[in-house]
T-cell receptor
Framework: SQKIEQNSEALNIQEGKTATLTCNYT??????LQWYRQDPGRGPVFLLL?????KEKRKERLKVTFDTTLKQSLFHITASQPADSATYLC??????????????FGKGTTLSVSS | EPEVTQTPSHQVTQMGQEVILRCVPI?????FYWYRQILGQKVEFLVS????????KSEIFDDQFSVERPDGSNFTLKIRSTKLEDSAMYFC???????????FGQGTRLTVV
């Protein structure tokens, strides 16, 4: 079955630094990959989507890369701020876009940014 | 900004009872989903729903679960006979046409006692 691993359960960094989160997957060839943010007790909030034919995507201070050969995505937050502290989830579509956005999620990496 | 709304925010039920969790997806969306998250664990896909029928479901979504879109705005998840292990946060989500992001509601925390 498909498996998604987010290598670090927790990541602590200083304000202003770049946070890099890793997502690895096995037994699957996703058409695209998504990253979400989840705050405690809240629903996931969409951040970025990257397709299999895209190497990199950016949105403001966020950047995501997608290497289908390594089966890995990296998620970067530059100039991190305490407000970026949250759990970040990597997600793959299991329906290849044919059933909407049926996602399997990684367990997440909890980022803490200290000032 | 349009959002997915879920009610109730918290529901406590006795084991063996039926529960219905309710959701109002974003109005022009076509795909609707239920996910659950057991405390401290990952978000798990349950079911996707399109054109008034289930389009995809996971192993978790067994015969005790059912979904319905009773009218043009609501989307419900019914658990027929709740078990202790059904205690979790249940998230409703919706998305538009094509490969796009899912919009999640704030969740219903279900506690089975």
């Amino acid at each position: 079955s498909q498996k998604i691993e987010q290598n670090s359960e927790a990541l602590n960094i200083q304000e202003g630094k770049t946070a890099t989160l890793t997502c690895n997957y096995t037994n699957y060839s996703p058409a695209y990959l998504q990253w979400y943010r989840q705050d405690p007790g809240r629903g996931p909030v969409f951040l970025l989507l990257i397709r299999e034919n895209e190497k990199e995507k950016r949105k403001e201070r966020l950047k995501v890369t997608f290497d289908t050969t390594l089966k890995q995505s990296l998620f970067h937050i530059t100039a991190s701020q305490p407000a970026d502290s949250a759990t970040y989830l990597c997600a793959l579509d299991v329906g290849r876009g044919q059933a909407g956005t049926a996602l399997i999620f990684g367990k997440g990496t909890t980022l803490s940014v200290s000032s | 900004e349009p959002e997915v709304t879920q009610t109730p925010s918290h529901q406590v039920t006795q084991m063996g009872q039926e529960v219905i969790l309710r959701c109002v997806p974003i109005s022009n969306h076509l795909y609707f989903y239920w996910y659950r998250q057991i405390l401290g664990q990952k978000v798990e896909f349950l079911v996707s729903f399109y054109n008034n029928e289930i389009s995809e479901k996971s192993e978790i979504f067994d015969d005790q679960f059912s979904v319905e879109r009773p009218d043009g705005s609501n989307f419900t998840l019914k658990i027929r006979s709740t078990k202790l292990e059904d205690s979790a946060m249940y998230f409703c989500a919706s998305s538009g046409q094509g490969i796009t992001e899912a919009f999640f509601g704030q969740g219903t925390r279900l506690t089975v006692v």
